[in-house]
């Protein structure tokens, strides 16, 4: 049923002034979106059976089965990490059952009025190899799982019946080196329009002729008649910011048969500037004029803002220095998949603006359209991403199948979708793409790079490069406008010496692993160190073999002013590419995140809150549970320069930062503490050794009750919000048990669900959907969704022998 009707514009009565006649517009039917995200009804590789699974898109249909090792194991070579024979991998691709075909079917009405329409399906993404069919008729089809797409349904439609909508997909094995979801796992829209309407995407803004004083905006406009007669009419474009409307615009036009297209200029007084600071945003309404009546609207978002990239002196915004606080993050949602969900990415990225971050690569291919548009609205820099591998193939079934036919329709279509956004700084086409080994490598990147200044000549292109020389001498490097480096800190200066002209930034960085709570002694580096139980070191002092520590690329961005910024590999923990960990049994996700894949901060997030962040930072590890005796590293994680620490209230020395050593450059440490029951506590000092800040870990006893700590307290009644709940297993005195491992029971009542459940184990194979989990180090997490009904829901955790929690949601209309 095509229920939620979303006009992007409703026109009553518009007047506005042409010459010196004032002409009143009246409203005609105009554009209508509809999402569809109810009763859809899915099978999984099985189009025999009368079987079919009622759903709700964005879906994946993957997240919800048990994990295989036998799914998707592969026994390759991968070259980009250092690898020269042939490894068996069972985790890469998160060892759940994303291989095989899904089948989705909808029905769909359209009255009489739709008649005259011309209506559109358009998908923000579906995992992949797609094909749409209306009414038994091939509509269409998108092999690309990453891209959004349009495909005209008019011609196959059945007025005032039934029109049964089906659509086919296929993930292939060998085809992917990380979890990619599976499903229609972004959202799905009907759009109506009258036959003369903008174009999907069909209006490119650009302010680059701005000043603090004067905003010019230039609006390219694409218009399509589909009638078979010309017509006459008007292009209306107007203005808003904070919806007061501070420009406008009217052109005449003749509607042709085909595309038409319109180039306006508009000048805005006294811009107010988009930066991470202050993410100004404006929008465009763009009306199309028909016989005096208004038969379209169309409504784009744009900001202004200026970008400057240089050589020497590294990234200017609006004419000021700035440099990139980057992560790159994966599509996946941890427990929730891939299967995308608004708030869900809203809440990770308040995580990442708590911690300091401003900018975004998105990685490795194109993000769902809400990314960038969350990046506008809060402050994001933002790089978008295209590909991960071109022609030359990293697994079998890759984009290497679909180079020749799509990569233009691709990569045009992530730039018509993204141009608008203020947010968005490069377009990136490729991350350590096996064309850095070819001696013609370089014609494929100049192919994507021309596309791009063809298609957005206000951006520059970038590319994450890994094969440092190889992208030098086979002329990657040069065919991009910002070669990007992937892990290479120690050779920032040679090439800058080498390349004085090169603008250069770290593309990806650190690829630190870490497990949250787990600690080895003595804290010191680990360079692909693996462990009996799986798990890396929560001091960040590990690393795969390409990769280094957080405090060696601080010390290259410190050192090394043209470089631009870093953004480190990755946010979030992520399911597939368990590193390093690839060959072991049961590893499923990555140990890369700064954030766990739970959504639980790892003691990383505060050694990069302490370098990136303005507020004071003091951030005491490990836990002080040990047996007595036993020799202890101590590490703080701080912005303050020095610090005491105290155990039971005995001074074991001060600390002071020493840039001369590396690892007192970025913390204060106290490597060999013997352990004793009590507080361990560390106290900030000014330059004269006055207390300023403390913080401290108390030793904890027997597990005794459950606490809750949710995210907000009040979310929309719109079923779709998500709210985390974190539940930590505590003494009786509050502290945190840090190896507690009790089997935690979920439910809830009233007004919402239980969506998904997790802990952030890298290890753990428990269902992510079953209402229960054990805790890990302490903690696990319940990852609720709001319902459709004004109200409230109440949570409650139990685990056997210890004192429940609940917490109680508000649900609301309107926040």
């Avoid at 969900?341 to 308040?350: C, E, F, G």
């Avoid at 206000?458 to 890994?466: S, Y």
């Avoid at 650190?510 to 692909?528: C, I, L, Q």
Wanted: charged letters at 25%; hydrophobic letters at 35%; one cysteine or more.
């Amino acid at each position: 049923m095509l229920r939620q009707k979303l006009n992007l514009l409703i026109v009553v009565l518009i007047s506005y002034t042409c010459g010196c006649n004032k002409i009143t517009l009246t409203e005609t039917n105009q554009r209508e979106e509809i999402r569809l995200t109810d009763n859809w009804l899915f099978q999984y590789n099985d189009t025999l059976s009368t079987q079919w699974e009622e759903v709700n898109v964005p879906h994946d249909w993957a997240i919800s089965m048990p994990f295989d090792k036998m799914i998707d194991m592969q026994e390759v070579v991968v070259l980009e990490d250092g690898e020269r024979v042939p490894k068996l991998r069972t985790g890469r691709t998160g060892a759940l059952p994303h291989i095989g075909k899904g089948y989705y079917k909808k029905e769909l009405h359209f009255n009489q009025k739709d008649k005259d329409k011309k209506i559109f399906i358009q998908f923000d993404g579906a995992m992949s190899h797609a094909k749409v069919y209306l009414n038994k008729q091939f509509v269409g089809t998108r092999p690309y799982g990453y891209s959004s797409f349009e495909f005209d349904l008019t011609p196959f439609i059945n007025f005032n019946k039934k029109n049964l909508l089906e659509v086919h997909l296929e993930n292939k094995p060998l085809s992917s080196r990380w979890y990619p979801g599976a499903g229609i796992y972004r959202d799905v829209r009907i759009v109506k329009t009258n036959p003369i309407y903008v174009e999907n995407w069909g209006t490119y803004i650009t302010t680059s002729n701005s000043t603090k004083n004067t905003g010019v905006v230039t609006i390219k406009t694409s218009v399509i008649n589909s009638l078979k007669k010309k017509k006459e009419g008007k292009l209306i474009h107007s203005i808003f910011y904070n919806d007061k409307r501070v420009g406008e615009e009217t052109t005449a036009l003749t509607y042709q048969q085909e595309k038409n297209t319109n180039s306006t200029n508009i000048t805005i007084d006294a811009p107010h500037l988009w930066s991470p600071s202050t993410p100004n945003l404006y929008h465009v309404i763009t009306q199309v004029v028909v016989d005096n009546k208004v038969i379209d609207s169309y409504k784009s978002q744009f900001g202004f803002r200026t970008i400057e990239f240089t050589n020497n002196d590294g990234f200017f915004l609006n004419g000021k220095p700035l440099k990139f606080k980057g992560v790159c993050l994966h599509h996946d949602l941890g427990p929730l998949g891939a299967a995308h969900n608004y708030s869900a990415l809203k809440h990770r990225l308040l995580k990442m603006k708590e911690m300091g971050a401003n900018a975004i690569r998105s990685t490795h291919n194109p993000s769902d359209p809400s990314l960038v548009q969350l990046a506008d609205e809060m402050g994001f820099l933002f790089i978008a991403e295209a590909f991960d591998e071109w022609e030359e193939p990293k697994t079998e079934n890759g984009y290497n199948t679909l180079w020749h036919e799509w990569a233009e329709k691709d990569l045009v279509s992530l730039i018509h979708r993204d141009r608008n956004h203020p947010s968005l700084i490069m377009w990136s086409i490729g991350n350590e793409v096996r064309e850095q080994t070819k001696e013609n490598g370089a014609e494929n990147t100049k192919f994507l790079s021309d596309i791009c200044h063809r298609e957005d000549p206000t951006r520059p292109t970038t590319a994450g490069f890994n094969n440092w020389k190889g992208a030098i001498n086979n002329g990657l490097a040069d065919a991009v406008d910002l070669p990007g480096w992937n892990y290479k800190p120690n050779l920032y200066k040679r090439i800058h010496k080498e390349h004085p002209d090169w603008k250069m930034y770290g593309s990806e960085t650190a690829s630190t692993v870490s497990t949250r709570g787990e600690y080895f002694f003595p804290a010191k580096e680990g360079k692909h160190k693996k462990r009996p139980n799986l798990q890396s070191s929560a001091f960040d002092l590990d690393f795969p073999s390409w990769g280094q520590t957080p405090d060696r690329e601080f010390r290259a961005q410190d050192q090394n002013k043209f470089i631009m910024g870093e953004f480190v590999w990755t946010g979030y923990d992520y399911l597939g590419e368990p590193t390093p960990y690839n060959e072991e049994w049961p590893t499923k996700s990555s140990y890369f995140g700064i954030i766990d894949l739970a959504g639980i901060p790892k003691d990383r997030f505060y050694l990069y809150k302490s370098k990136w962040s303005q507020e004071k930072v003091l951030h005491l590890l490990p836990h002080w549970n040990w047996k007595k005796g036993q020799h202890v590293s101590v590490h703080c994680y701080t912005n303050y320069d020095r610090a005491e620490l105290f155990l039971n209230g005995k001074s074991l020395g001060v600390r002071s930062k020493d840039t001369s050593k590396l690892y007192d450059s970025y913390r204060l440490r106290w490597d060999d503490i013997i352990f004793e029951e009590g507080e361990l506590k560390v106290v900030a000092l000014d330059g004269e050794n006055n207390p300023i800040a403390e913080t401290s870990k108390q030793t904890a006893k027997n597990p005794y009750q459950l606490k809750i700590d949710v995210d907000r307290e009040e979310v929309l009644a719109n079923g779709e919000e998500i709210v985390y709940a974190t539940v930590s297993v505590v003494d009786k005195n509050g502290n945190l048990c840090p190896r507690a491992a009790n089997l935690v029971q979920f439910s809830v009542e009233g007004n919402g669900k239980l969506r998904a459940v997790g802990n952030g184990n890298p290890t753990s194979l428990e269902s992510f959907v079953a209402p229960k989990r054990l805790a890990f180090n302490g903690k696990c997490v319940a990852i609720l969704q709001s319902s459709k009904t004004q109200g409230q829901f109440t949570l409650t955790a139990k685990a056997d022998g210890l004192k429940p929690a609940t917490v109680t949601i508000q649900t609301a209309l309107s926040l």
